[in-house]
């Protein structure tokens, strides 16, 4: 599947010709392909709520009998055609989806990765073309006033040894001759059958004039010790930490949007436990945004595209889907009088 996924990013780049658009067009359609099982948990978790009011009812009639009370409950989601996990299941069914397309991106970010370190060993004085977007001039760096646009060595050690050997032989037979004897003075081939070349790449690599003065740094800014970290301020920075700062601000939107996401479903809970999901889905909408700026702190560009872009077009469907379902509900005749029988939290 991963495959699958990095063949359609392929096909769009060569359309877009840019990755960081190809990206935004990827994550489109991703979520154009999975509203309907958005839309059918959105419609799920509306009939809960509007059930809520008659769940509460059940627990504080029998709260003390627990099989009386399932059985009830049991008779409450049959009557009304709906079931606890209506608007779970289709949110579950998107994870493995989800988690293949992330996959797909990391093999793509890998792969792009591995072949600029290549091209900075075939014209060690040249800095490549880098796959800019926007203000960000590699998209598969993050974001940041703090990061290089070349990745530093330790995130090319924990680049699959697979993927080196893969983009090496993808290469030209005169652009790999190129590598091997910038790296050992002489032609052939490099043994991918340990990690030690990876580390052999990366000490040639550190020795290109090109690489060097990508990794330069402001003067006086440095390993700048702030409280439990350090950092340091490139000359050639890679970003303006527009797309965290994004991230946070779209997930804040998200959580507003989706409150009942944020924190727990409605459930026939007691009002401890009612007050206790509260304060759990108010921490969570906290945690979420921050949640948000560190993933796309440390990741590429390219996956707080794909983040942002992802808030903003279910914001937007969301939106749609609300009005859509609010205007379907107003053609219920009942529909009134269940959300005021949800409001008032008992049932009349």
């Not at 030690?196 to 990366?202: G, L, N, R, Y």
């Not at 906290?286 to 077009?313: D, E, H, K, Q, R």
């Not at 609300?322 to 053609?331: R, V």
Request: net charge positive; proline share 4%; glycine share 6%.
């Amino acid at each position: 599947m991963n495959a699958f996924f990095v063949s359609i990013l392929n096909a769009i780049h060569s359309v877009v010709n840019n990755y960081g658009w190809t990206i935004v067009v990827f994550t489109v359609l991703i979520r154009l392909v999975l509203m309907p099982l958005d839309y059918k948990s959105r419609k799920g978790m509306r009939k809960m709520t509007a059930l809520s009011a008659k769940q509460a009812e059940l627990q504080r009639k029998y709260g003390n009998d627990k099989e009386k009370l399932n059985r009830k409950l049991g008779e409450l989601y049959k009557k009304e055609g709906v079931t606890p996990m209506s608007g779970c299941v289709p949110m579950l069914i998107q994870w493995p989806i989800l988690i293949i397309m992330f996959g797909a991106m990391r093999e793509m970010t890998n792969t792009q990765t591995v072949n600029q370190v290549f091209q900075y060993l075939i014209h060690p004085d040249v800095v490549p073309a880098m796959d800019s977007w926007l203000w960000i001039k590699n998209v598969w760096q993050p974001d940041s006033l703090f990061q290089s646009v070349v990745p530093s060595a330790r995130n090319l050690q924990i680049i699959d040894l697979n993927v080196w050997r893969t983009v090496f032989e993808g290469l030209a037979p005169e652009a790999q001759n190129a590598i091997t004897s910038f790296i050992n003075g002489s032609g052939g081939t490099l043994d991918f059958a340990s990690k030690d070349t990876i580390q052999v790449i990366i000490n040639a690599l550190s020795t290109t004039e090109a690489y060097k003065s990508c990794m330069a740094t402001v003067p006086g800014w440095t390993n700048v010790q702030a409280l439990f970290f350090s950092f340091s301020v490139y000359q050639q920075w890679n970003g303006l930490l527009l797309l965290p700062a994004l991230a946070a601000g779209t997930q804040i939107l998200m959580n507003k949007l989706n409150p009942s996401q944020a924190g727990a479903a409605p459930t026939a809970a007691s009002s401890d436990q009612q007050q206790q999901q509260a304060s759990t889905g108010k921490i969570m909408m906290i945690i979420f945004p921050l949640m948000s700026v560190y993933f796309c702190l440390i990741s590429n560009a390219g996956f707080a595209i794909y983040w942002v872009t992802s808030n903003i077009v279910m914001g937007i469907m969301t939106v749609a889907m609300n009005n859509y379902l609010e205007k379907k509900d107003a053609q219920d005749p009942n529909w009134d009088k269940k959300k005021r029988v949800s409001s008032e939290g008992s049932v009349k």
